[in-house]
């Protein structure tokens, strides 16, 4: 027989020995929490490792990711295809055990976790998933949507200002299968945290409406075991249980500090710990009777089978439920998308009303919103400015199954949020802001591009254009950042059609986030063909040429297009042959095979202009170092948008004078 201490030892000694191996990494959390991990793993998570993406598996999210090696041993141990092999070359190249959790690299993995406080907030993404979807499709007798969201934190996490963000939601919220396990070591890397943090977080997190238990035992098993059915009882609260623990557990001279925190043991000081916990194995060698105690391939497949059984039943009875719900959970189209869709873009061929790109974007949601239920708006307190909400829009808030969210003042926390909607599955999730505040957004919108998360982030106000508000919220290097940012597509219409365009890509997009950049001002609405309608989902085309040998090529994307093509056809007025490339993605542009890049941009073409109301430097990589750049290169000003753009050179005059200088020099 095999106690509960062994089967937790199984997981400290895994990590201690990988690490080591690794020659880095973090022994301290697995060894700390290695008892809570036995208990929630072995007594109540819902799982199946024969099939890791089993729809109403419980979620597990390790929200301090530095202890990756707590969840590797977990996978390992319960029957993942996640070999000792692997746990071998932890952190090394090409492994399936990387540095910190990587969804899409590991099985059983179900978000990137590492920047602290984000696995938290992308649980309580989840745990919205969870309960919105439940609330839309069971039916008495039938819950096919059922399953729990568990996560680990430790105190950089709730030291994180993301953290208050999400759980101050959760609670207003009311997430009762939303379970968190606080790691209360009281050790960071610079040492004891009592003398920089203080909180009290039972108080805190009781002020969040949650509900706490307090001061658990995180090294017993019964403390533990009562704590997680009590949690589990509570049906209209998340609960925190807040776990003392002891860093590095079971090292003679490194537990309780920071030596254990993310550095290896050592050889010395693990076959001391090795001999405290009573562990007669070497490196990497688990006994059978271990093993066997742990496999849950067993219990697993019990689970989905018991599961399948109910679907299918539901099946019966609801079979239009049930085709929309795997249609969701498999990430498909409706039937009619593709004709319904672009039927609305050509149709706004014929509206010639100019309309800012923002309301432009609304009315294309509200299109689109009534063939494609699961999508889940929300917005950092802007809705009436980010126009995110149409007349289908339904708050959370009001009714459990509606499809929009009130984030409030929290930009971090909204976009991090959504990442876990995503992730959960069910729903394609737009988020909106204005595009300056991504800098408070920002490392979310970087995990959502890491993790190839489809997330749609609505971004207004998008330049100076947005005018006496000033400086502080006007956007100028943004869209470069963004775009410079791997696997996102950035897209900047010109108008209703290109903004259309946009939304379309961007749903139909498989993986990996988009970001809308959109104008506060009216555009100017342009006539297109049939050919140059069908280009704008390849990120370019030439809106306007003068059908002879090009003299020079102008580039512009959004509000600054309109401009661009008066001062085109001027310079035609003066005896020069012109090209005005629209460009409203880049990214979608740069994937384009060569020989479309060259018709859009021939490469005899050496005289280039390029302009927009952003940061310029971006713009060389298209123009040539000797290439002319009409845009910022310093903040903005308080003032209406039209002086603005003025002062700052967004003119017929100025574009032509110094083209007709760039074409004589």
């Known amino acids: 027989m095999c106690?509960?201490?062994?089967?937790?030892?199984?997981?400290?000694?895994?990590?201690i020995d990988a690490v080591q191996n690794a020659k880095s990494g973090h022994p301290g959390m697995p060894m700390g929490m290695a008892d809570i991990a036995e208990v929630?793993?072995?007594?109540?998570?819902?799982?199946?490792?024969?099939?890791?993406?089993?729809?109403?598996?419980?979620?597990?999210?390790?929200?301090?990711?530095?202890?990756?090696?707590?969840?590797?041993?977990?996978?390992?141990?319960?029957g993942y295809d996640l070999s000792i092999e692997e746990l071998k070359n932890f952190r090394k190249i090409n492994s399936k055990t990387p540095g910190h959790p990587e969804t899409g690299e590991t099985p059983g993995v179900e978000t990137t976790t590492g920047p602290l406080g984000q696995g938290l907030a992308n649980a309580v993404g989840m745990a919205i998933a969870e309960k919105t979807l439940s609330s839309y499709f069971n039916r008495p007798n039938y819950d096919i949507v059922n399953h729990y969201t568990w996560?680990?934190?430790?105190?950089?996490?709730?030291?994180?200002?993301i953290s208050h963000e999400v759980c101050s939601l959760a609670g207003t919220l009311k997430l009762g299968k939303l379970i968190v396990f606080y790691d209360k070591n009281g050790i960071s890397i610079d040492g004891k945290v009592s003398s920089w943090f203080t909180d009290d977080t039972a108080k805190r997190f009781e002020s969040y409406n949650w509900h706490v238990l307090d001061k658990i035992d995180g090294h017993d098993y019964k403390s533990i075991k009562n704590s997680i059915?009590?949690?589990?009882?509570?049906?209209?609260?998340?609960?925190?249980?807040?776990c003392n623990t002891v860093i590095g557990f079971g090292s003679p001279n490194k537990s309780g500090t920071a030596e254990s925190h993310g550095a290896p043991l050592g050889e010395k000081e693990i076959l001391l710990t090795r001999e405290k916990l009573n562990w007669k194995y070497p490196p990497f060698q688990i006994p059978d009777k271990i093993y066997k105690k742990w496999n849950f391939k067993k219990q697993g497949s019990k689970f989905e089978q018991k599961w399948n059984k109910t679907f299918y039943a539901y099946q019966l009875k609801y079979p239009d439920l049930s085709v929309e719900y795997l249609r969701r959970i498999n990430k498909e189209l409706p039937i009619n998308w593709d004709k319904k869709t672009n039927n609305y873009i050509c149709s706004l061929q014929k509206n010639t009303q100019n309309i800012a790109s923002r309301q432009a974007s609304q009315n294309t949601l509200e299109e689109f919103g009534k063939i494609l239920p699961e999508l889940m708006g929300g917005s950092a307190d802007l809705s009436p400015s980010n126009l995110t909400k149409c007349s289908f829009s339904l708050s959370i808030t009001d009714n459990s199954s509606g499809n929009y969210i009130h984030y409030g003042v929290r930009e971090f926390g909204m976009t991090a949020i959504a990442n876990g909607i995503a992730h959960h599955g069910g729903f394609i999730p737009y988020t909106a802001t204005f595009l300056m505040f991504v800098e408070y957004a920002r490392n979310a919108v970087r995990m959502a591009a890491l993790m190839s998360t489809k997330h749609i982030f609505v971004y207004t106000h998008d330049s100076i254009g947005l005018g006496e508000d000033g400086p502080t919220h006007q956007p100028v290097e943004q869209l470069s950042s963004l775009r410079m940012t791997p696997n996102i597509d950035v897209w900047r219409p010109s108008d209703q059609v290109e903004t259309a365009v946009a939304w379309k890509f961007a749903i139909e997009k498989k993986t990996g986030p988009t970001a809308l950049i959109l104008s506060r001002q009216n555009l100017f609405q342009f006539n297109r063909n049939p050919q140059q309608l069908k280009n704008i989902s390849r990120g370019a085309y030439i809106l306007y040429d003068s059908k002879k040998r090009l003299d020079i090529v102008f580039i512009s994307t959004g509000s600054e297009l309109n401009v661009t093509l008066i001062a085109a056809k001027k310079i035609v007025s003066l005896g020069y042959s012109i090209r005005v490339v629209s460009m409203p993605s880049t990214d979608v542009f740069d994937r384009q095979d060569i020989s479309y890049k060259e018709f859009i941009l021939p490469s005899y073409v050496t005289k280039r202009v390029a302009?927009?109301?952003?940061?310029?430097?971006?713009?060389?990589?298209?123009?040539?170092?000797?290439g002319l750049i009409i845009g910022m290169n310093t903040f903005g000003e308080s003032a209406p948008a039209e002086d603005l753009f003025r002062k700052f050179g967004f003119t017929v005059e100025n574009i032509v004078d110094k083209s007709i200088k760039l074409l004589n020099s």
Do not use: Q
Request: glycine share 6%; proline share 3%; with cysteine.
């Open 3 to 15: 106690s509960r201490t062994e089967l937790a030892n199984a997981i400290r000694m895994l990590s």
């Open 229 to 242: 059915e009590e949690a589990k009882l509570i049906t209209n609260k998340p609960s925190i249980i807040i």
């Open 611 to 626: 302009i927009e109301a952003s940061i310029k430097d971006f713009w060389y990589k298209y123009v040539g170092i000797h």
């Open 151 to 161: 996560v680990f934190i430790g105190d950089g996490c709730l030291m994180e200002g």
């Open 40 to 78: 929630l793993w072995r007594d109540f998570l819902k799982h199946n490792p024969e099939n890791p993406d089993w729809n109403d598996r419980d979620r597990f999210v390790l929200s301090n990711g530095h202890g990756s090696m707590l969840l590797y041993s977990l996978l390992h141990l319960t």
